[in-house]
C-alpha cells in the first residue's frame, strides 16, 4: 500500500508545483511585443510619443513590454540609436511621463506612462505586432 501511495503523493505535490510557479510567472512575468518591422508612420508616431524626434537620427525599435499584472500602467519601450543621447535632457510633457535608462552603448529603454491609463498609439501597435 505505501509503494501506491508515496507515488500517488509526489505525483500530485508535482502538479501542484507546476500549477503555482505556472501563477508566479504570470503575476510577475512581462508581456514582450516585438516591435522590429513596424512601419514607418507607426515608427514615427513611437518616437514623437518619447520625444525623440531632435535627438537621434537613426532610431531602431526593438520591443515593447508591459506587466501582466499592471498592463494598464506603464509600458517599457526597448530601442538603440546610431548616437548616444543626453537622456538627461529629455523632458516629460503633460501627457506623459517619460523616464530613460541606458542598458549599454546606444541601447536604451524608455519607461512610458499616462495617468495609470492605457496609451492608445502603443496599444494599437502591441495589438497588431503581438504573437
Given at each position: ?8 503523493i ?7 508545483l507546476?500549477?503555482v510557479?505556472?501563477f508566479?510567472y504570470?503575476l510577475l512575468?512581462d508581456?514582450i511585443?516585438?516591435?522590429n ?9 513611437i518616437i514623437s510619443?518619447?520625444k ?5 537620427n537613426?532610431?531602431s ?20 540609436c ?7 535632457n ?7 511621463d517619460?523616464?530613460?535608462?541606458k ?10 506612462s499616462y ?6 498609439i ?7 505586432y503581438?504573437?
Open positions: 500500500m505505501k509503494k501506491i501511495i508515496i507515488p500517488i509526489t505525483v500530485i505535490l508535482i502538479i501542484f507546476v500549477i510557479i505556472f508566479i504570470n512575468g508581456d511585443t516585438k516591435i518591422n513596424v512601419t514607418e508612420n507607426e515608427k514615427r508616431e510619443l518619447m525623440l524626434d531632435d535627438y537621434c537613426e532610431i525599435l526593438e520591443k515593447i513590454t508591459v506587466p501582466l499584472t499592471y498592463r494598464d500602467i506603464y509600458y517599457k519601450i526597448y530601442f538603440s546610431s548616437t548616444n543621447i543626453d537622456i538627461d529629455i523632458e516629460s510633457d503633460q501627457n506623459y517619460l523616464n530613460f535608462d542598458i549599454k552603448d546606444n541601447q536604451y529603454i524608455c519607461t512610458v495617468m495609470e491609463k492605457q496609451i492608445d502603443l496599444e494599437r501597435i502591441r495589438g497588431k503581438s504573437k
